[in-house]
């Protein structure tokens, strides 16, 4: 897969699409296709999931409007419209958190990680699914949304740099994980589905030891080698050359198959007019998901799994967040013993 163009479905208004997220009355994590009937975009929803998990791997939403709904009714809108292209929401932090507001938050601008306004190189959000994202407000400047075959950075890696692919899918590569047990594991960058797509799972925050935590201190821990920081510099090289970059209107909703396509993120800024504010879900369709090795189908397994002892929940206000996640922004979060969300 190569990711030529931008596929957008454009939207019409509000009394066309069928979207109300007044009469919501309903747990969110009870949200479904019939409590959030949408007969009329409920069918292009379902081309969307198609599209997003068998075609380019992403498809963009234009012409929601987050004006017309309060901050709760945002929030709805997001996980209804989500819950169509995948059924299921994955826990985003060790204590259950379902959404993740991606905004800047006084006092930790200049980290790494999506609360920052750094530059973002190619990642993936763990090993969950579908990213959704949905542009409350774009920044006043940058910010554009950076994405790249996954199959097409494979393919171009081995026709130039073959000796790297097996450094890629080596078992050695040390990735932090969040607050509890284990501190770290070791897994591979490369992977391939049952039917022989390639795709990645890493997140380079979460490799590199200048971002490692103190809790790794006095472990033992080996640095990245020569030649695996050469790795990594090589996939950013090469998805960035076949990457496209999307700039998020207000009212854009996202879909991005987490495996089948690399993203990362332009540096950006704010200023007292516009500030950059978006809402993230991991969704999850199991008659649609790929096929994965069981050592990453555990971990995706592990962010959709019933944990009676982790209960699913939202966060409603964005200067309010988990605080897992405010401390462990660079790591793979946990959010079921073992990992989680990558940056």
Avoid at 223 to 249: C, F, H, M, W, Y
Wanted: charged fraction near 25%.
């Amino acid at each position: 897969m190569h990711i030529a163009c931008i596929c957008i479905v454009r939207l019409g208004l509000r009394e066309d699409t069928g979207i109300d997220a007044r009469e919501h009355n309903y747990d969110l994590l009870d949200i479904n296709k019939e409590n959030f009937h949408l007969p009329t975009l409920g069918n292009i929803l379902e081309r969307v999931s198609e599209q997003v998990y068998d075609g380019e791997g992403f498809v963009l939403l234009r012409g929601l409007n987050p004006r017309e709904f309060t901050e709760e009714e945002n929030i709805i809108v997001a996980s209804g419209v989500s819950v169509y292209v995948g059924g299921k929401f994955g826990r985003q932090s060790p204590t259950g958190s379902m959404i993740t507001h991606l905004t800047t938050l006084k006092g930790i601008e200049t980290q790494a990680g999506y609360y920052s306004k750094q530059f973002q190189t190619f990642h993936n959000d763990h090993a969950c699914d579908v990213i959704s994202l949905y542009c409350l407000s774009p920044p006043a400047s940058g910010g554009q949304v950076r994405l790249a075959s996954a199959s097409k950075t494979y393919q171009d890696i081995v026709e130039t740099r073959p000796d790297i692919i097996p450094i890629l899918a080596d078992s050695n590569w040390i990735h932090q994980t969040a607050r509890q047990k284990p501190l770290y594991i070791r897994r591979p960058l490369l992977y391939q589905t049952d039917d022989g797509k390639p795709f990645f799972c890493f997140s380079r925050a979460a490799l590199l030891e200048e971002f490692r935590t103190h809790r790794l201190e006095g472990l033992g821990l080996p640095p990245l080698t020569r030649t695996q920081r050469e790795a990594l510099d090589i996939v950013e090289t090469v998805a960035d050359k076949n990457s496209l970059e999307i700039g998020l209107q207000s009212g854009d909703l996202i879909f991005i198959n987490n495996l089948a396509v690399l993203h990362g993120r332009r540096e950006f800024e704010d200023n007292e007019i516009a500030k950059r504010h978006m809402l993230r879900l991991w969704v999850h369709n199991p008659e649609r998901a790929w096929k994965l090795p069981n050592s990453i189908k555990v971990l995706r397994d592990c962010l959709y799994m019933d944990l009676p002892d982790i209960p699913g929940w939202f966060i409603f206000d964005p200067m309010d967040p988990d605080p897992t996640v405010l401390q462990e922004v660079t790591s793979d979060n946990g959010s079921c013993g073992t990992l989680g969300s990558s940056k």
